[in-house]
């Protein structure tokens, strides 16, 4: 049993240790799904919303469970990331995806999650490095969302690391923007070039006027630190309409198109959106 950890285990009880096995069940096949090619990534498109363009997709991962069939991402990166695999993991979606986006030819943006552990596991920007020169990827095509929490530890370290990864001269986007703490500080300290507006705000567009302002505050702040913004999560022409006139720069959301199986990503880059 564990006593008040720094998990918050406080007491044991039977179920907890159920838990427990489970998640050691799913630490082990993870990493044999990983060894045995079960992840894929799907593609989401990001829109212009000033010519109603794909400018670039985001590369999301799956699970391709022989038994369960698609796995959600929330129900593996927790465990990837506390038994260190997501470092692997991490850097084969990060090749994935850039070899993808040389594939398909065209001047897209490929957006890739970076979680905290792997920011934070060794010299991040010569991993980057490395893939980007293994896959011919431009750096400027190559966007990297990182979450606020990236900035919360460790400062000094870190912007170091964020320096050095603009120095190659790939994008960083600011992920979840607004869900995290001292945003507005951070925002004067890490050069990010992409804040990227949480769902759960642009969730709640075309009701109280509170959260529409929240959003058009975030809007105006990046066009004031020269940032581009990106929105989240749009699920109906309420939003879109409201989030255009705005003058929010980029909109993902399931209106668009939902994450995509690369082959159908590489047919709505040849039909278009309809839009
Ligand atoms: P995220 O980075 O905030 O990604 C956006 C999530 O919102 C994706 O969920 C996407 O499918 C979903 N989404 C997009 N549009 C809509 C919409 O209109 N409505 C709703 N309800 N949802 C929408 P997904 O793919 O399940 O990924 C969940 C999270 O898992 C991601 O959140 C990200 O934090 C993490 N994740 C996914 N792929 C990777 C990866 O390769 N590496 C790391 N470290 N994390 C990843
Ligand atoms: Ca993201
Ligand atoms: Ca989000
Ligand atoms: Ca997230």
Partial sequence: AKDAGGDGYRTYDPSMHDALTRRLGLAADLRLAFEQDELVLHYQPKVDLRTGEIAGFEALVRWRHPARGMVPPLDFIGVAEATGLIVPLGRWVLTEACRQAVAWGRPLRMAVNLSVRQFE?????????????????????????????VLLTDTDENLARIVSLKALGVVLAMDDFGTGYSSLAYLRRFPMDVLKIDRSFVDRLGGETEDEALVRTIVRLGQRFGMHTVAEGIENETQLAILREMGCDFAQGYLLSRPLPVGDATELLERGLPF
Avoid: K, R
């Fill in 121 to 149: 596991d060794g010299d991040v920007a010569g991993m980057v490095a490395e893939v980007l020169a293994e896959t011919g990827m431009p750096p400027g095509q190559l966007c990297l969302e990182m979450t606020e929490s």
